[in-house]
Structures are given as structure tokens and as C-alpha cells.
């Protein structure tokens, strides 16, 4: 016998948790320069309790061809990927409604 989900009661190869977590989420995409003049983007806003963090970084990674990481509840992945990163979770079943994707954040010292 398989079990039951608690949250919304269907057995756990029928759940629809996840689905219904990535709707109602509100996820932020920004870019930053950091030390060195290196670029990151970091994606916000992603509930880690109904959405598997590790599953979703291996996804981006690969799919954008670079390094990152999850870190606080936010994905840090290496380079500007803002409009690539929106593109694959969009994809992955993510609302595009709820993605918002703001300019660059500077943070570290100006680029000579």
C-alpha cells in the first residue's frame, strides 16, 4: 500500500504539492558583481520546505552550463543568466507571472 500525503491527501505518486507550490510563489532574479568583477545571478523567493532545492540548482546548472549553489534559500549559479535562468524555470513549471527579473545589483567594487 503506498502512503498518503498529508498535505493534500492523494496517494504520494499523485501528489500535486509541488505544483501547487511553484503557482504561488513570487521568485526574484537578480544579478550582482562580486569580488573580482565577477558576475552572479541569484535567484529568491523559492519556498525550500515544498520545492526540492538540490534537484532545482542541478537543473539550472546544467542547463546553463555552469557552477552554482544553494545557499539560505537562495541559487547563486556563476555568470549573467537572468533571462536564461527565467526561460528554464519557466520550463521546470514555474508560473511566469511569478518571476520577476531586476536589473543589476552592484556589490562588490567597480570594474576597471
Do not use: W
Amino acid at each position: 500500500m503506498s502512503e498518503i500525503c498529508s498535505t493534500c491527501g492523494l496517494p504520494k505518486e499523485l501528489c500535486v504539492c509541488e505544483t501547487i507550490a511553484k503557482e504561488n510563489q513570487l521568485i526574484e532574479v537578480t544579478s550582482e558583481r562580486r569580488k573580482f568583477g565577477k558576475q552572479y545571478t541569484v535567484v529568491t523567493g523559492i519556498d525550500t520546505k515544498e520545492i526540492d532545492m538540490d534537484q532545482l540548482v542541478k537543473k539550472l546548472k546544467n542547463k546553463l552550463a555552469c557552477g552554482g549553489t544553494a545557499k539560505g534559500g537562495k541559487i547563486e549559479l556563476q555568470g549573467q543568466h537572468m533571462q536564461k535562468v527565467k526561460a528554464v524555470l519557466i520550463e521546470v513549471g514555474f508560473a511566469p507571472e511569478t518571476i520577476v527579473v531586476k536589473e543589476c545589483q552592484k556589490k562588490g567594487p567597480p570594474r576597471r
